[in-house]
């Protein structure tokens, strides 16, 4: 869908060469179409980073709601160790696109809000939950500056030391 690769192209932008480069012409010019193309799906720049928000949200409620898990945090968790293996760093970069604009960020917030307290008391242990749930933010952010710090050995320690908090089975 055209729409997608859009958006795709402007993480890439975002990911590979930092806010300043996310301009319509860039994005155009990474998706190959014209910026009439791009404003025919995306009127404005703002429309573009809404749509990368609105996105990298349904993505990651989908990813979480197909991980396996009993509770809500180690499903949470699940998700973003898959994000992070999967090398797409798209949420910080959508974080990025997104961060100048209090507009924009909104729907995030809202998402962030709902990941870090939905379920939360109905956890066995809310306080070790809410560890782990946090401890994902600092994964995502620190992926998205250095990705090769974690090797898959270290995810690995980590997964299995978290999952011990929670007190779920390795």
């Keep these: ?7 795709d192209a402007a993480e890439e932008l975002l ?3 930092g806010s300043a480069a ?4 860039a994005v155009a010019d990474r998706a190959g179409v014209s910026k009439g193309g791009l404003l025919y799906h995306y ?8 749509g990368m928000v609105e996105r990298l949200i349904e993505d990651f409620d989908q990813l979480m709601a197909a991980q396996p898990g009993e509770t809500y945090t180690e499903r949470y968790l699940s998700a973003t160790l898959a994000s992070v293996r999967s090398g797409r760093l798209r949420r910080w970069a959508v974080v990025t696109g ?9 729907p995030l917030r809202d ?5 870090h307290r939905e379920e939360l008391d109905e956890e066995p242990d809310p306080v070790a939950s809410q560890i782990v749930r946090l401890t994902c933010e600092g994964l995502w952010d620190v992926a998205s500056h250095d990705p090769e710090l974690n090797t ?4 690995q320690a980590l997964e299995t030391r978290l999952k011990t908090l929670l007190g779920s089975p390795s």
């Design 98 to 106: 997104a961060s100048g604009n209090l507009f924009l960020l909104a």
């Design 111 to 115: 998402a962030m809000t709902r990941w």
């Design 22 to 25: 996310l301009t319509l012409a």
């Design 15 to 17: 990911c590979d060469q």
């Design 43 to 50: 009127g404005s720049k703002e429309a573009l980073i809404k």
């Design 152 to 155: 898959e050995n270290d995810l």
């Design 1 to 7: 869908m055209r729409r997608d690769e859009l958006l």
